[in-house]
């Protein structure tokens, strides 16, 4: 189990939704390829209204969600 995976494992122990922000796309293979059980991946590009319907409605699923942007700012 490499550093990524590991991480990512305590994440979903502490929250159901995991936001993954790659900038310039560096580690999406590692994204692509990553397995863990009970998590569902999903490449946020266009589809926002989806994946919040997907994580309203089902609430028992976890999920990890890639954007290939800069993480936002935060007021």
Known sequence: MNAISRNLEHAFNQNRVVFWY???ARLKN???QLQLDGVEKIEVKNNQFY???RIVTEKDQQFLLY???AEPDYE
């Open 67 to 69: 954007f290939d942007t």
């Open 22 to 24: 790659d900038e310039h």
């Open 51 to 53: 994946v919040k319907y």
């Open 30 to 32: 590692e994204f692509e």
